[in-house]
């Protein structure tokens, strides 16, 4: 009965849909498992909740992430140093890190010639109960986030409660963070890289965070990289609809001549 409600309601949802591309890409979605990045959707909520793509989750040694052509999670590397993530770890969908979200990090630290990292923007996300591996989706609450800079490239860290948590329900802003929790969070991305050499030297550090922001700035950012997303990838469910329709032409042709 609930799996007929659930399909019930996909077709319902399908039905609304009115520009004949979206549909076929929702449909592809449905027949097969969409790309984590391009195929997933934020949620019809966001920026006030989102759903979140998860790569990494707390204590892991291997770093895992989306491969962009196959949209497998793949392991990247393993960690180089002993600083493990200490939270929930992945991306928000149909989103980018480009000019908009560059342009924001100038305007608030002042600093010049940064650039968009070319990645989803990326999420952490608090929970009070353990989640044991990746390659799964989960909707939360965006309350935050770090202003990151990496080698000169604006590399956000947005901050959410996973959605229902008994413990942090109440948490509305960064402002609701304990200090120790955020420090470990900061601490992690500003030392994941760090080779040991460059702690006693004077070389500048790889990754700043010039900024912690709030719950406004976090739903500012997340805009900004769907901005960022729909001026990078606005044509890629017409070009996935025009390559189906050429496809389906030259079938045909072959069809017709073979007749």
């Known amino acids: 009965m609930q799996s007929m409600k659930k399909n019930k309601s996909m077709v319902e949802g399908l039905s609304k849909l009115t520009d004949p591309n979206e ?6 979605g449905l027949l097969y498992k969409p790309h984590p990045w391009h195929g997933l959707t934020i949620g019809q909520k ?4 989102v759903t979140a793509y998860v790569e990494c989750v707390p204590g892991e040694g291997i770093k895992y992430e989306v491969d962009k052509d196959t949209g ?20 928000l969908p149909q989103t980018y890190c480009g000019a908009q979200v560059a342009e924001r990090c100038m305007e608030k630290t002042g600093k010049t010639g940064i650039v968009g990292d070319h990645d989803p923007i990326d999420i952490c996300v608090l929970s009070t109960r353990e989640i044991t591996h990746g390659d ?10 770090l202003r990151m800079v990496d080698g000169g490239e604006a590399d956000d860290k947005i901050i959410a409660v996973i959605n229902g948590d008994p413990v942090m329900s109440e948490w509305k802003d960064i402002t609701d963070v304990s200090k120790p929790l955020l420090d470990l969070i900061r601490h992690y991305f500003l030392t994941y890289k760090q080779n040991p050499d460059m702690v006693s030297s004077e070389k500048k550090q790889i990754v700043e965070i010039p900024e ?13 990289s769907e901005a960022d997303y729909q001026t990078k990838y606005s044509t890629l469910k017409n070009e996935f609809a025009n390559s189906i329709m050429t496809n389906l032409k030259v079938g045909l042709a072959n069809a017709l001549i073979g007749m």
């Not at 549909?23 to 592809?28: A, D, P, T, V």
């Not at 497998?72 to 991306?91: E, M, Q």
């Not at 912690?212 to 900004?224: F, K, N, T, V």
């Open 72 to 91: 497998y999670l793949k392991v990247d590397r393993p960690h180089k140093y002993s600083s493990l993530c200490p939270t929930i770890y992945g991306f």
């Open 46 to 49: 966001a920026p006030e909740v």
């Open 212 to 224: 912690i922001y709030g719950c406004q700035e976090a739903y500012e950012m997340i805009r900004r």
């Open 136 to 145: 799964l989706i989960l909707d939360c609450r965006p309350i935050g986030g």
């Open 23 to 28: 549909r076929m890409f929702k449909l592809m």
